[in-house]
């Protein structure tokens, strides 16, 4: 058996090529169209390349970065796959981390209305988080993800081996979208998460605590897919994260997506014993974990009213109103806490 787990058209395969083979069986061969960007063209194609004869010219690589997930890639690759007959009957596997899988799954969907996608995330945040889901996009002057559709990929493949080339950073960054799936979720997760050592661990070890956090984002996505209502206690760490994430993009020093969020979660877990009573121990046993792993937090987290400004901004606030998903306990969340600026600003000047 390849498949380790699987739920839906999400699986986790020992051996994906074999599987690559089989569910590409139906496409011709000029109609299978690779995206990469450079990092993934050079450390993961060679993990798969023989799966079956793709012609060269149908392999696009991309440039990496969020800078270039943007509409000049789309257009782009909108030209060529244009210019090598891709249709309906095409299929488009995209290979890389969440900024990959984002922008090919929104050339795939609005290419002649859609062609189908295959996703195959090479960071932990894809497989956690970015590769599933449906959610696909670019960012638009200078707005993250402002543009974009929801989709499904035909399927998912998660194959851990994509990791051992990922930077520490990088693995942290995913892993702090898992350390969310423990606390709003799943109490025994979370410690779990906190007692794994990242510096040693076995493929097998990781893989298993990636699954648990996939099958949280799946159920609670399953039961909300137009984020009404549970699917928002995912933003948890978001409101604050997001905040951070543009400002320190906006001043020239990106912090990664997960760090930005680990960061979020420390504040909104002080927010969410103001507001909803989450114990004074379990606010402690957050920062102790995130800042063991992510370090303290950022100056940036000083610049309460630009971050309060970028919090008023994001697309998931209305109004002037900001809106939070926090902690009542570990493993339970409430969605739609507002809360007013004053409250904001004197929990972002006391968790520092
Ligand atoms: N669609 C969603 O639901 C969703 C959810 C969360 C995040 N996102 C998006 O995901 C993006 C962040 O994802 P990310 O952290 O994976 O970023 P990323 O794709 O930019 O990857 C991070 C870095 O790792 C490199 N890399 C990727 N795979 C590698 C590998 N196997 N070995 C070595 N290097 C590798 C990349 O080239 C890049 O430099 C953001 O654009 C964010 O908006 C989307
Ligand atoms: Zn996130």
Not at 277 to 295: E, F, M, N, Q
Not at 326 to 351: D, H, W
């Amino acid at each position: 058996m390849n498949t380790v787990y699987r739920i839906n058209e999400v699986s986790m395969t020992r051996d994906l090529k074999s599987d690559l083979r089989d569910i590409t069986a139906g496409f011709a061969d000029g109609k299978i169209f690779l995206f990469f960007e450079t990092n993934t063209w050079k450390h993961c194609w060679p993990l798969i390349r023989d799966f079956r004869p793709i012609p060269a010219l149908n392999i696009l690589v991309l440039e990496p970065g969020e800078e270039h997930k943007n509409i000049e890639q789309v257009l782009a690759t909108w030209e060529i796959l244009g210019r090598k007959g891709a249709d309906r009957s095409s299929l488009v596997i995209n290979i890389g981390g969440g900024m990959l899988t984002d922008l090919g799954g929104f050339i795939a969907s609005t290419f002649k209305r859609g062609l189908t996608f295959i996703n195959l995330p090479t960071t932990v945040l894809a497989m956690v988080d970015a590769s599933t889901g449906g959610k696909t996009g670019i960012n638009f002057r200078g707005l993250k993800n402002e543009i974009g559709v929801i989709r499904q990929p035909k399927h998912v493949f998660l194959y851990l081996p994509f990791l051992r080339t990922l930077d520490r950073e990088n693995l942290l960054s995913g892993y702090a979208e898992m350390l969310k799936a423990g606390l709003i979720a799943d109490p025994e997760f979370w410690q779990d998460l906190k007692h794994f050592n990242l510096d040693h661990y076995s493929e097998e070890g990781l893989g298993r605590l990636i699954w648990r956090s996939v099958k949280i984002k799946k159920d609670v996505v399953e039961a909300d897919h137009e984020e009404h209502g549970i699917r928002k206690s995912l933003n948890f760490g978001h409101t604050i994260g997001h905040a951070l994430e543009s400002e320190s993009m906006h001043s020239g020093h990106p912090l990664a997506h997960g760090y930005a969020v680990a960061y979020g979660m420390i504040v909104e877990a002080v927010l969410s014993h103001n507001k909803l009573g989450l114990p004074s121990a379990s606010v402690t046993d957050i920062r102790d974990t995130i800042t063991r792993l992510y370090g303290n937090l950022p100056d940036t987290i000083r610049k309460t009213e630009v971050l309060i400004e970028w919090m008023k901004f994001d697309k998931k606030n209305r109004d002037n109103r900001i809106n939070f998903s926090l902690l009542e306990g570990i493993g339970k969340c409430r969605v739609n806490v507002e809360a007013t600026e004053e409250e904001i600003r004197e929990v972002m000047q006391n968790s520092v």
